[in-house]
């Protein structure tokens, strides 16, 4: 059984790995978002470190062509959830992770202001895991408990705050199925 909590900001469940992208959210600025992300890094491919060595400045340009463009990014998210369920929490949730860029949401921009962002690898046209829809709800549901300002209307994709340039997590994240595990914990 797996120990669902959260101290300190830190997800109990997950390996912490953790990344200097990130810093104080603005003073009095209540969480009241989770963003859902797709990644897989090289693009289309799962496993391996390179989405934690992204996340922790240390990829390695000569490792894959595509790396090159994007291993001076410093970018972050708080939580990233692998095919096969492992979680690694990279920031802690209280803390600005640097995962939205520039966004809005209902007319409020820099997301990452108020935003909880959370990775799964995966692409933007291959199906997600089970497991990774059900430790995403589990976690959210968590989130939702310690941020009550994130009710399930304020869960969406990163395509949802930043359409003309995201487009993850993409047509093959199955948000239904996602907010039935949501609404129904027993399904986990």
Known sequence: MIDWRITNGWLSAATRCP????DARPAGMAVDLLVVHG???PPGEFGGDAIEALFCNRLDP???PYFAAIAGLRVSAHLLI???GRLQQFVRFE????HAGESTFRGRTRCNDFAVGIELEGTDDCPYEAIQYQR???TARLLMARFPGIAADRIVGHSDIAPQRKTDPGPAFDW???RS???HPEGN
Do not use: G, Q, T, V
């Open 181 to 183: 595990l949501l609404d």
């Open 136 to 138: 995403l709800a589990a």
């Open 82 to 84: 692998r095919r096969d």
């Open 19 to 22: 990344s200097p992208n990130c």
């Open 62 to 64: 000569d490792d894959h």
């Open 95 to 98: 803390e600005r992770a640097w």
């Open 176 to 178: 239904p199925r996602f």
């Open 39 to 41: 990644i897989s890094l």
